[in-house]
């Protein structure tokens, strides 16, 4: 096993634990730290598999850099938005997060008239 | 004027990307609910310079530019062809009249700009630049940054709208869009390990080779890394069991939001979508066709059936934009060129025309509604008629064209489609498209049948006093996306068609076009008949 191979390898697993992390875990900041596993690992990839004999290949490098700006963003900007929920509801967990979705927007049929969230940003 | 324009045109490819850049920054600057007339010059301007990039790529074909002059592989390359030049051209032409829309719509109490309206225009600046620089890069690692930066622009305007649902809508969103691109970006990494390129150009030769060279380690690595970037796109895309983020985003945000959301974000990985599943990707990908297109299938039908039975009118509009996105994945295996010569893209953009204009105008329309009537519930549309005409008239022709009457935009697409899938006949496919218009039917004229409703007159007393005004502005501007989505069918399906297709395919898409409008017609009768 060659040790590009190994790298690939390596990240993928990441990437699979970050992504099930995105997707099965209920408390959002959870799911943010998932998220930045999810984005290591697809750096790893592309830093490990791009080595030819040995000797790294500086465009990936560039890339990888650029990676991680983005990723730096959106945490920051997923961070403003639980600090924003949580100050909102309380709670910044996915749970209560889902429920009040299907509440009041998600199913759409159940909406009760009087509610005030719902139409606020209509104004 | 036309050498003037021509002359603009191989400067258009970097402007596109830095003015909108540059004045977002500018109106974040200047200060919260600002920058509004200079984002509406600057729109104005893009306009323009689109204008002038789609004639003198229809002329001359693609444009390049090397972005600081460095060029790949060190630099990034920008390359404007017929399918790019049509998008730029749709962003700017639902950007420019939305953002006029969304001046009137946040000032309309005097000069203080609405809460939600705070962040619109730096948010709004990145987001237009986001999709420029997309539509124009053309290596695969740029389009993972441009899709990101569109995301996150667009995460930002959802949450603008303040309240705690729209925070947990944004949230919704930002974490479907980071695992889309999340998976985007792994594929890039895979193709880059295999092939050591990310450039559309140098991948095509490449993928085909290896592909052709069955069982080559790098024909299955790019498999995987082909199926991990459609994953993402689709999510992105909110094709139909992955939609599951956008009517909550769209249906909650402030109205100009959803617009542009709705009419140009959903667009720009659909864009991708295609660019990738019909350029470099398609050996690999070319026996897997029909998915999208019965994800696209369930997507019509369940995407019309939510919107039929929505309780909210902008939930109803977003729900349709689920099931209108879904036509943009039926043609994918009608790769060719039906009996009036157009090809499947060139027909698919013009599908994203018809219905990002479309869109943006139903939902500039239902957000006046909602804040003449101050209500948001499909039933409280109920005597519309008689006080909002005009908007009920834009909402009723961005109808037109989201059913398919002729003669709108709408129409030519989705009848091209039908002549496209008869020619190869796939029959079901016909069945699905004609089903979509007559489902679409049934929840705009749902709308329309309230709206002349006869209130009593007590009510419509009540109604009067309450009665909030809507800036004349933001009527025509909603009014003029709507007609411009109608007279897209009339004047501007031929040139777009030329576009997409090049230079060479003009003149038989013409002559296919006119000949075949006719049976066309008689057609569209069919389609439009509830």
């Known amino acids: 096993m060659s040790g590009a191979l190994l790298y690939a390898i390596a990240g993928v697993l990441l990437f699979a634990a970050g992504a099930a992390g995105v997707v099965l875990l209920d408390h959002l900041l959870r799911r943010v730290l998932a998220f930045n596993i999810m984005g290591s690992g697809a750096c790893l990839v592309l830093v490990g598999l791009a080595q030819r004999n040995g000797i790294p290949d500086p465009v990936p490098q560039a890339m990888v850099l650029t990676g991680i700006v983005v990723a730096v963003a959106a945490t920051g900007l997923a961070l403003a938005l639980i600090r924003r929920l949580h100050a909102q509801t309380g709670h910044a967990d996915g749970k209560t997060e889902e429920e009040r979705v299907k509440g009041e927007t998600g199913a759409g049929c159940s909406l009760p008239a009087s509610h005030s969230v719902a139409g606020r940003g209509d104004d | 004027m036309t050498e003037r324009l021509a002359m603009l045109a191989p400067l258009a490819l970097p402007l596109l990307i830095l003015l909108p850049l540059a004045w977002a920054a500018l109106a974040f600057v200047l200060g919260t609910g600002r920058g509004s007339r200079l984002a509406i010059a600057a729109a104005a301007v893009q306009l323009m310079l689109a204008f002038a990039l789609a004639s003198a790529v229809m002329d001359g074909g693609p444009l390049h530019h090397a972005a600081g002059g460095w060029g790949a592989p060190l630099g990034i390359d920008l390359v404007a062809d017929g399918l790019a030049a049509a998008m730029l051209l749709l962003t700017q032409a639902v950007a420019l009249p939305l953002f006029i829309f969304a001046r009137g719509y946040f000032h309309q109490d005097g000069?203080?700009?609405?809460?939600?309206?705070?962040?619109?225009?730096?948010?709004?600046?990145?987001?237009?630049?986001?999709?420029?620089?997309?539509?124009?890069?053309?290596?695969?690692?740029?389009?993972?940054?441009?899709?990101e930066l569109v995301g996150l622009a667009a995460v930002g305007l959802v949450a603008s709208g303040g309240g705690a649902a729209q925070t947990a809508a944004a949230l919704r969103y930002l974490f479907a869009a980071l695992l889309g691109s999340g998976a985007y970006l792994l594929g890039v990494a895979l193709l880059y390990g295999a092939f050591g390129s990310v450039s559309m150009a140098t991948l095509t030769p490449l993928i085909a080779g290896a592909s052709a060279s069955a069982g080559a380690g790098a024909s299955e690595v790019a498999l995987i890394a082909a199926l991990l970037m459609m994953a993402g796109l689709l999510m992105k895309s909110a094709l139909f069991p992955f939609h599951f983020w956008l009517p909550p985003a769209h249906g909650g945000a402030p109205a100009p939001v959803s617009a542009l959301l709705s009419a140009l974000v959903v667009k720009a990985s659909i864009y991708l979508v295609l660019r990738l599943w019909l350029g470099p990707l398609a050996p690999l990908l070319t026996p897997l066709a029909w998915l999208p297109t019965l994800l696209g299938t369930a997507a019509i039908l369940w995407g019309s059936w939510r919107a039929i039975h929505a309780e909210r009118l902008k939930l109803l509009v977003a729900y349709s934009t689920v099931a209108q996105l879904g036509y943009l994945f039926l043609a994918l295996p009608l790769v060719g060129v039906g009996s009036t010569g157009a090809s499947a893209s060139a027909i698919l953009t013009l599908q994203a025309l018809a219905h990002g204009l479309g869109k943006a105008a139903m939902f500039a329309a239902a957000g006046i509604i909602i804040h003449a009537t101050g209500r948001d519930r499909v039933d409280d549309v109920a005597g519309i008629a008689e006080r909002l005409p005009l908007t009920l008239f834009t909402f009723a022709l961005a109808g037109v064209s989201l059913m398919g009457l002729p003669p709108s935009g709408g129409f030519l697409a989705k009848w091209l489609l039908i002549d496209l899938a008869m020619a190869r006949g796939h029959w079901p496919l016909v069945a699905v498209i004609l089903a979509g218009g007559l489902l679409a039917a049934i929840y705009i004229f749902r709308v329309l049948r309230l709206a002349f409703l006869n209130l009593p007159e007590a009510v419509i007393e009540a109604e009067h006093h309450k009665a909030r005004v809507v800036p004349r502005s933001a009527e025509w501007m909603a009014f003029t996306l709507a007609a411009a989505s109608v007279l897209l069918g009339l004047f501007g399906g031929l040139p777009l068609l030329q576009l997409v297709d090049g230079v060479g395919a003009g003149e038989g898409v013409t002559s296919g076009v006119t000949s075949g409008l006719v049976p066309g017609l008689t057609s569209g009768a069919v389609v439009g008949a509830p």
Not at chain 2, 121 to 133: I, R, T
């Open chain 2, 111 to 147: 000069a203080r700009p609405d809460a939600a309206g705070h962040h619109f225009w730096p948010l709004a600046g990145f987001l237009v630049a986001g999709m420029n620089a997309l539509y124009l890069s053309e290596d695969i690692f740029n389009l993972y940054v441009t899709l």
